[in-house]
């Protein structure tokens, strides 16, 4: 038996909305020392396609290793190009392109880095790998090894404003024989410019990727390639040509983890392997006694209660009244610069160790009730009310029980495939106060002193 009771007769019950108070003296028994065994769940891709974000940059995190994401795209000329008459055949000045970083976008690690972006072109056909219905986070294609080009920009999130000077804007200059091509295309009325799919035969895409370290920042997925020329006036002005986008879904992020020095580093990646196939959940005795979870690293959290039906086997046990499950993250892992997760979904599984059920609250979709405080660390709780999970697994005396439990992962629509955030969370012995803990409320037969 590896859990105490603390046991408590109180006449007057507030259990949240759904509990009256009591006047009849009810006998309550709360159970907060449940052990509760925290396990990593490694599902080797996420998918990235079509997430609002183009994802870019080097980030090494102590507890989550080296991390890498690159951006790939197809750009398009757009559907109604300019007709360029023979006095402006030489009039191409520049080609660049432009990525958009608005206030709100996410962004992860340090901000007080410059970070240097390189741009290289797509060398093989940008198509669905086979049997795939979308791109996701470990797809990447073939690029030509020589760099297209290359701009520097210091980013200040908050404001949003970048050290090149155009507003939240960051601009990468891109060769001028290349856009000269562009340019006299259109001047000539190719058909491979004017018909897009040609277009795209011709030119397959776009990688954009980070030589420095420190930080990943997530860039509208409205970037454009920007041709700049000047009309034949007296008084000529700039005219651009914007190469945009053509399919979104189609956009994705390419992601590479190495967790060589980390408490990861027994976690095993699984390449080829199909979605149907179990994913393995990794103890925490094997990961430095704590679970891991980073949706866009492909890891969330399983947390089972393998001794919760000793509670129902006690002779004055009547019936589960309230349970509640709280998760804290590890002081010292996180910060202004590796922040936690604003939200946090939990839902049942089992031995498949994915989502099942949702767990619903008194009040709805449950997504752990923190108030970041980075401050004061301690205060930084998520809390859920899982009393109809415990009520039926309370007494589930099946052979598969002990594989039954809750997941936790950060919600697709939040941050989940959008951002880095990441938390860690202790287990029964992480040398921490800060760990999961279930707390049980049942109904006694009996008083108890």
Known sequence: MIFMFGC???????????????????????VDTTT??????????????????????????????????????????????????????????SIKLIMLFKKGNPYYGDTTLTQTYQVNQVDTAYQLP?????????????VDPNVLG???????????YTSQGFADTVKIDLPKPFGQRLYDMIYNNR???????????????LCISSTSQGAIYGFRDSAIMRLYYHTAAVYPTISFIDFGITNKSYQFNNITTDFTGTPLAK??????????????????????????????????????????????????FLSVLRAELTVQPVQGTFNTAWFVPPQI???????????????????GAQYGNL????????????????????????????NVAAQNGVILYIPPGSTGLNSFVRTTIADRTYPVNQRATLSVYYISLFPHN
């Open 191 to 205: 058909d491979s410019i004017t018909n897009t799919a040609k277009f795209l035969n011709w030119f397959n895409g």
């Open 130 to 142: 086979a049997f795939s219905n979308g791109f996701w986070s470990n797809y990447s294609f073939s």
């Open 345 to 363: 979904a939990i839902a049942q599984t089992d031995y498949r160790n994915g989502p099942t059920f949702s767990i619903p609250g008194p009040t």
């Open 267 to 316: 976690i095993q990646p699984r390449p080829g392997q199909p979605a149907t196939i179990v994913p393995p959940a990794y103890i925490s005795d094997s990961l430095g006694r704590a679970g891991y979870l980073s949706s866009m690293l492909g890891l969330e959290v399983k947390l089972t209660f393998p001794y919760l039906n000793s509670i129902a086997l006690r002779n004055d």
């Open 371 to 398: 108030f970041p405080n980075y401050q004061n660390p301690l205060n930084m709780i998520y809390s859920y009310d899982i009393s109809q999970f415990i009520k039926t697994q309370i007494t589930n005396t099946s």
């Open 150 to 160: 290359t701009g520097s920009a210091r980013i200040f999130p908050n404001i949003p």
């Open 36 to 93: 509760v065994l925290v396990s990593t769940v490694y599902t080797d891709s996420t998918r990235t396609a079509n997430s609002g974000y183009l994802q870019i940059g080097n980030l090494n995190d102590p507890y989550f290793g080296k991390i890498s994401s690159r951006s790939f795209l197809q750009v398009a000329p757009p559907s109604s190009l300019p007709t360029i008459s023979p006095y402006e055949a030489n009039n191409f000045d």
């Open 8 to 30: 408590q007769k109180q006449p007057v019950l507030t259990f949240g909305s759904s509990y009256l108070p009591d006047n009849t003296s009810a006998n309550i028994v709360r």
